[in-house]
């Protein structure tokens, strides 16, 4: 028998011969029918090899991102780029550590959008311009008006109704927001 011979021989017999006794190993029957379970069992022993893949949103199949998500309590958006899918599974616990927040408004708006927005506070009553004089009149806490914030956005071809939706779903219920949505300035092709 030729060693390629051989080497064929191998390929036809299972690796499963390795754990019984060895006076089993020589028969070539039961190392074609053992074959049978070894191509079945196969890919499952790959996949529990691999286990830990699936549940990193970095690196899971783009058909277990939703499920992943669930586990948050996540329901992503199909119409989504993949890459920002899996970017907000994987920062799920820290947006919602942050909730409510401006840096937690902030961030989830970066991953939809790619850019970081402008978020302004403002509190009715707390500004002092340059003709403010201290003194009677001057008002320096907040009149009751309730609280309100600016975002203002940068967005190209992005759905206006989804950021609204995002900043409904992540700010707090009785704060009032103005959204600004800035164009991209267009350069003309001469340097004008």
């Known amino acids: 028998m030729s060693e390629l011979e051989r080497d064929a021989a191998l390929d036809r017999r299972s690796k499963y011969l390795d754990y019984l006794p060895g006076i089993y190993r020589d028969n070539d029957f039961l190392g074609r029918f053992l074959l049978i379970f070894q191509n079945i069992l196969d890919p499952i022993e790959r996949t529990v090899d691999n286990l830990h ?27 989504w780029p993949e890459e920002r ?43 002092l311009g340059p003709e403010a004089r201290l003194g009677m009149g001057t008002r320096l806490g907040s009149s009751g008006g309730g609280y309100h914030f600016t975002v203002t956005i940068e967005s190209e071809g992005l759905d206006i109704e989804k950021i609204k939706a995002i900043i409904e779903s992540q700010k707090p219920a009785h704060v009032l927001y103005t959204l600004h949505v800035k164009r991209p300035q267009r350069e003309d092709a001469d340097g004008d």
Request: proline fraction near 9%; charge should be neutral; aromatic fraction near 14%.
């Open 85 to 127: 899918r899996r970017e907000l599974v994987a920062s799920a616990a820290e947006l919602f550590r942050w909730r409510g927040t401006r840096k937690g408004l902030s961030e989830y708006l970066r991953i939809y959008t790619g850019k970081t927005p402008e978020i302004i506070e403002f509190i009715e009553g707390m500004r």
């Open 53 to 79: 893949c699936y549940f990193d949103p970095r690196m899971t199949p783009p058909e277990f991102l939703p499920w992943l998500a669930s586990w948050v309590d996540l329901v992503l958006d199909p119409t």
